[in-house]
């Protein structure tokens, strides 16, 4: 069974960068397809993007189209997700998943391994 661990959140102001990393111990990290989600308070969990199990393709939510960047890195057991530009309606907690089916997708149900989450605070 695979565990994960995100790092990386914090405070920054708008137009600011962050990366979050999302680290896997126990099964095999690559044989998962993975994805971020975020969720705002008093919203619903919402998907931001994804990667299949080799990182050649991605998909990403509309809202951070150009702006966020996420891939993996096999042999470190570990996906990124590079957050530039980023703006106040980007606060939320992130979750990393893995999903045990190949492809990506953007339900969360369709993920069956999560994380703890992650704070990021977007604020001047």
């Known amino acids: 069974q695979v565990q994960l661990v995100e790092s990386g959140g914090g405070l920054v102001q708008p137009g600011g960068s962050l990366r979050l990393s999302c680290t896997a111990s126990?099964?095999?990290?690559?044989?998962?397809?993975m994805g971020w989600f975020r969720q705002a308070p008093g919203h619903e969990r919402e998907f931001v993007a994804a990667?299949?199990?080799?990182?050649?393709?991605?998909s990403y939510t509309d809202s951070v189209k150009g702006r966020f960047t996420i891939s993996r890195d096999n042999a470190k057991n570990t996906m990124y997700l590079q957050m530039n530009s980023l703006k106040p309606e980007d606060t939320a907690v992130y979750y990393c998943?893995?999903?045990?089916?190949?492809?990506?997708?953007?339900?969360?149900?369709?993920?069956?391994?999560w994380g703890q989450g992650t704070q990021v605070t977007v604020s001047s």
């Open positions: 126990g099964r095999t990290f690559s044989s998962n397809a």
């Open positions: 990667i299949n199990r080799n990182g050649a393709s991605t």
């Open positions: 998943a893995a999903k045990f089916r190949p492809g990506t997708s953007s339900y969360w149900g369709d993920y069956n391994i």
